[in-house]
Each structure stands twice: as structure tokens, then as C-alpha cells.
């Protein structure tokens, strides 16, 4: 497995794709084996943490989102308020089924600005985080528009109006 990881991190755009096929292989065998899966996240991350190429980091992103746990929250947290990887951590994050991704979540939204904050405001409603509600209700009289509506949007999610 060292040797994929050593070619995920050398992974760009136009590159071979045999090592993300490899990898793809290896997750897919790992279904069931809770420790496979384990092994295969551990390697993700640490790959994820090292000097990247934004494909390689995306393509973890989306690996994450398949078999990330709790352990992953802490560094896809990190990148929440990066520009390049927001998207990405968002999409791994979304579908991680733990508590800590919503504290995640809720505490970035206080460094983030613009579209970053926007897209924590989205993800929040996707995961019906109804520990939310008092920030988004709060958000919704935003004087930047896009904002007060995504947060609108979020709330309905949660809670539906009735």
C-alpha cells in the first residue's frame, strides 16, 4: 500500500490513473473488514496532510467521503476556510455519520467569509444539524443576500415549515 500512497501523492491532472484505480481496488476489497478500512484511512490521511497536488487531494476528498470516520474531522476541518479545498473537505464531510463533523462545521463558520461560509451554511442544512438553527436564524439577517438566503435555505431543511 506505501507504494500506491508514494503514487497518489505524485498524482495530477492528465496523469495516470492506474494508482487511483488501485486504490479504488483496494476499498472495494475492504468492505466488510472494518480493519482494511481503518488501514486504508489512516494512509489516506496522512497522504491528505503531506505536500499535494489539489488532484490528489481532491481525490482523497472523495475517498474520505466513502470510508471517513471521526478521525478524519480534524483535517478536512482545517481546510474548510482554504479556498482551494473548502468544496472538497465539505463533500467528505457531509457524509461522515459523526456529531464531531457538525462542531466542525459550526466553529468554522466563524473564520469563514464569502462563498466558503455559504457553502458551511449549505452543508450544515444538508446534515440537518439542528444544533444550527440559532446561528443560521441568525444568518438569515445578513445584509449580503446570497448569505441570508443560504441560510434560509439551510433552516428549511432542517426544519421544514409545516
Do not use: H
Request: hydrophobic share 50%.
Amino acid at each position: 500500500m506505501n507504494e500506491l500512497m508514494a503514487r497518489l501523492s505524485a498524482y495530477d491532472w492528465g496523469g495516470d490513473r492506474g494508482s487511483l484505480k488501485d486504490i479504488d481496488n483496494l476499498i472495494v476489497a475492504a468492505q466488510g473488514d472494518p480493519g482494511k478500512l481503518s488501514e486504508l484511512e489512516l494512509a489516506l490521511l496522512e497522504v491528505l496532510q503531506s505536500e499535494l497536488r489539489l488532484p490528489a487531494k481532491e481525490y482523497i476528498c472523495r475517498q474520505l467521503a466513502l470510508l471517513g470516520t471521526a478521525r478524519c474531522v480534524p483535517v478536512l476541518a482545517g481546510m474548510l476556510t482554504d479556498p482551494e479545498l473548502s468544496d472538497r473537505a465539505r463533500f467528505a464531510l457531509e457524509a461522515i455519520p459523526d456529531a464531531s463533523v457538525d462542531d466542525a462545521l459550526r466553529s468554522a463558520l466563524a473564520n469563514a467569509e464569502g462563498v466558503l461560509r455559504v457553502g458551511i451554511v449549505n452543508t450544515l442544512g444538508e446534515r440537518r444539524d439542528a444544533k444550527a438553527v440559532p446561528l443560521l436564524t441568525e444568518l438569515q439577517k445578513s445584509a449580503d443576500g446570497v448569505l441570508a438566503r443560504a441560510a434560509a435555505a439551510a433552516l428549511r431543511k432542517i426544519a421544514p415549515p409545516a
